[in-house]
């Protein structure tokens, strides 16, 4: 059971480039969350998902995109990648249930020059 | 609206002495709360949670946490701390306010000493 999966594991991207991250999950959890981690802050919220077809902004959504066409995947797109993008970014999902935890990815560092 | 505070940035103990990591939280609901932790360049485990059936709840490797109403408190602790338990611990909330979010607090870096 591989649980939450990201890729690529490390990128570079210049000024202006974009990419996507990408997010699978195998547990058929509805749920499913981006977060970024930048040092001292702890993790923040950027996209949530709380099905196929439905997303939502979280606390810091600017510069980015989701969609979610699948259960299974929820990827990330950064367009005109800045030097502010740089961080860690973890993907996560939660299954049903009012007390269950979040299960997290393995993370994507990005680094933007 | 809900919200954590990690009351120290940085913890430092001797490996042998004991461990505690404060965590305040606020919750316009009935919460769950979570520690999880990240050792260095890896992912964030889960090492235990509070789902509202026993106040002190038991996690992984010897860790426990007390949850406390009048407090609002979540103060994780360890017996006697180990060398691999040097890493960064979240506090975590979460519940349900038209949909489910997890807020974490801004982290308490532990350092093991020898």
């Known amino acids: 059971n591989a649980g939450v999966t990201q890729t690529p594991k490390f990128r570079i991207l210049k000024i202006g480039q974009s990419m996507t991250l990408q997010c699978a999950q195998d547990?058929?959890?509805?749920?499913m969350y981006w977060y970024r981690q930048d040092p001292g802050m702890g993790l923040k919220l950027i996209y949530y998902?709380?099905?196929?077809?439905?997303?939502d902004k979280g606390e810091v959504p600017n510069g980015y995109n989701v969609s979610r066409s699948t259960t299974e995947d929820f990827p990330l797109r950064l367009e005109l990648a800045a030097p502010s993008q740089t961080s860690v970014y973890f993907c996560?999902?939660?299954?049903?249930?009012?007390?269950?935890?979040?299960?997290f990815g393995q993370g994507t560092r990005l680094t933007v020059v | 609206a809900q919200s954590v505070t990690q009351l120290d940035s940085h913890v430092s103990v001797s490996e042998g002495t004991p461990v505690l990591l404060r965590c305040n939280y606020s919750?316009?609901?009935?919460?769950?709360l979570f520690w999880y932790v990240q050792h260095p360049n890896k992912g964030l485990q889960l090492l235990l949670k509070?789902?509202?059936?026993?106040?002190l709840v038991k996690g992984i490797n010897g860790f426990e946490a007390e949850f406390k109403k009048s407090e609002t408190s979540f103060h994780l602790t360890k017996p006697s701390a180990h060398m691999s338990d040097a890493a960064e611990y979240f506090c975590?909330?979460?519940?349900?306010?038209?949909?489910?979010?997890?807020?974490f607090g801004t982290g308490t870096r532990l350092k093991v000493l020898a």
């Open positions: 996560a999902s939660r299954g049903t249930g009012a007390h269950t935890e979040a299960f």
């Open positions: 975590v909330v979460s519940g349900y306010s038209g949909t489910y979010k997890y807020i």
């Open positions: 998902s709380v099905g196929a077809g439905i997303t």
């Open positions: 919750s316009s609901y009935s919460p769950s």
């Open positions: 547990m058929n959890h509805n749920y």
């Open positions: 509070y789902t509202s059936a026993a106040t």
